[in-house]
């Protein structure tokens, strides 16, 4: 593979730049010295709901030991790597950043497992998924600024949600009807795969679930190995695995960047509007790499994501989810203040999925506990 040299911050001609943006709903004066998605990745940064993912469930729960990835770990480790892989494609970096620092924020508790309790409770109810919550939050429920509900971010972050999402929520056709992802977002979807794929196998050898001699049969894994024990022979063994994993990633991430400029090159594409017009995705890896990691995807969930310890921890999760829902259904006047008020003009699965998707994992047993606990009247 050749050697690959950074493009120094100069927007290629299909990076979507903020003089190509369509602003915001509200419109707003210019800052003085930061651009529009600057100001969209500090507003993702500074909100609450990026803050609660410290304590939302990644593969563990946020108990488990302080070592392993949470929601908000993850989410940082997603924006580096795009960011790098932005600059060397010639894409807009902040735009990059604040996508990928914004594509979790619609996570409830509990991970997947959450998610797919909530999504049971809404099935006749509008629905749930993470992404077009994501952008439920940035649109309407934090309340962090007096002119406006939301973050009030551009249109493209908005849009980045929409078209990582797998609903059929009418309100996102709106966004998808510009065409196929925009450059940046693409970055941001394919480094979130490459990342946890990457991290879950080191989570998970870590934590105990895994032994290494179970990956015998992972190509990838044992050609990374490989490599690392001829640099470092003698390599001690808490070294040797986050090494591993830094050489699984570096693969990853060249192989990514290869490919894409391959790609944006075969199909011609010189603006933005071509990336709208093309209906395959361009930035992606090799066909050989995709291969490779199918096989360590195949790993996870056949010897992690189904690991007895992980299915336990989801069970309880979702037996968490499914008691503080139906309680608050049966009885709106536990629901906190701002929740209640707003029952009069939404109906009560709207407001209570609000309520406790937007739970850490922390605060979900902790009401668990305010309401079923004998021992705890609070």
Same mark, same amino acid.
């Given at each position: 593979m050749p050697t690959l040299s950074?493009?120094?911050?100069k927007h290629a001609a299909y990076a979507l730049t903020a003089n190509q943006s369509k602003g915001r709903h509200h419109p707003e004066p210019a800052h003085a010295f930061r651009g529009l998605f600057e100001r969209d990745r500090d507003r993702v940064v500074h909100s609450t709901a990026f803050r609660r993912l410290v304590n939302k469930t990644q593969v563990f729960p946020s108990p488990t030991n302080d070592h392993h990835r949470t929601r908000l770990t993850h989410t940082l480790e997603v924006a580096q790597i795009s960011r790098v892989v932005a600059r060397q494609i010639g894409l807009e970096e902040d735009l990059t950043e604040a996508i990928a620092l914004a594509h979790d924020l619609g996570h409830p508790p509990f991970g997947h497992a959450g998610e797919d309790e909530l999504r049971q409770f809404m099935k006749e109810h509008g629905g749930f998924e993470h992404n077009s919550h994501a952008l439920r939050i940035v649109t309407m429920l934090e309340y962090r600024y007096p002119g406006f509900s939301g973050l009030n971010l551009s249109w493209e972050v908005r849009e980045a949600f929409?078209?990582?999402?797998?609903?059929?929520?009418?309100?996102?056709?709106? /966004?998808?009807?510009?065409?196929?992802?925009? !450059?940046?977002? &693409?970055?941001?979807?394919?480094?979130?795969?490459?990342? /946890?794929?990457?991290?879950? @196998?080191?989570?998970? !050898?870590?934590?105990?679930?895994?032994?290494?001699?179970? =990956?015998?049969d992972v190509p990838?894994?044992?050609?990374?190995?490989?490599? @690392?024990?001829?640099?470092?022979?003698?390599?001690?063994?808490g070294t040797l695995i986050p090494t591993i994993?830094?050489? =699984?990633?570096?693969? &990853? @991430?060249?192989?990514l960047i290869q490919q894409s400029l391959l790609n944006l090159a075969a199909e011609g594409i010189d603006s933005v509007a071509s990336v709208r017009a093309c209906p395959r995705p361009l930035i992606s890896m090799s066909?050989?790499?995709?291969?490779?990691?199918?096989?360590?995807?195949?790993? !996870?969930?056949?010897? @992690?994501?189904?690991?007895?310890?992980? &299915?336990?921890?989801?069970?309880?999760?979702?037996?968490?989810?499914?008691? !503080?829902?139906?309680?608050?259904?049966?009885?709106?006047?536990?629901?906190?203040?701002? /929740?209640?008020?707003r029952l009069s003009h939404e109906s009560a699965h709207r407001v209570i999925c609000d309520y406790i998707a937007g739970m850490t994992d922390r605060y979900a047993r902790a009401e668990f506990r305010n309401l079923f606990s004998a021992e705890d009247d609070t």
């Open positions: 950074p493009m120094s911050g929409a078209h990582h999402s797998k609903s059929n929520d009418p309100s996102l056709d709106e /966004y998808k009807a510009a065409g196929s992802p925009f !450059l940046e977002a &693409q970055v941001a979807d394919e480094v979130d795969s490459l990342a /946890y794929n990457a991290h879950d @196998v080191e989570d998970a !050898l870590t934590a105990g679930l895994v032994r290494e001699t179970e =990956l015998d990838l894994w044992c050609r990374a190995h490989r490599e @690392v024990l001829n640099d470092y022979p003698g390599l001690p063994a994993v830094r050489k =699984l990633i570096s693969w &990853q @991430v060249e192989d066909e050989p790499m995709k291969s490779l990691r199918k096989d360590l995807e195949r790993f !996870l969930h056949r010897h @992690v994501y189904r690991h007895t310890r992980v &299915q336990r921890m989801a069970f309880k999760g979702r037996r968490t989810i499914r008691r !503080l829902f139906e309680e608050f259904l049966g009885n709106p006047v536990l629901l906190p203040i701002r /929740y209640r008020n």
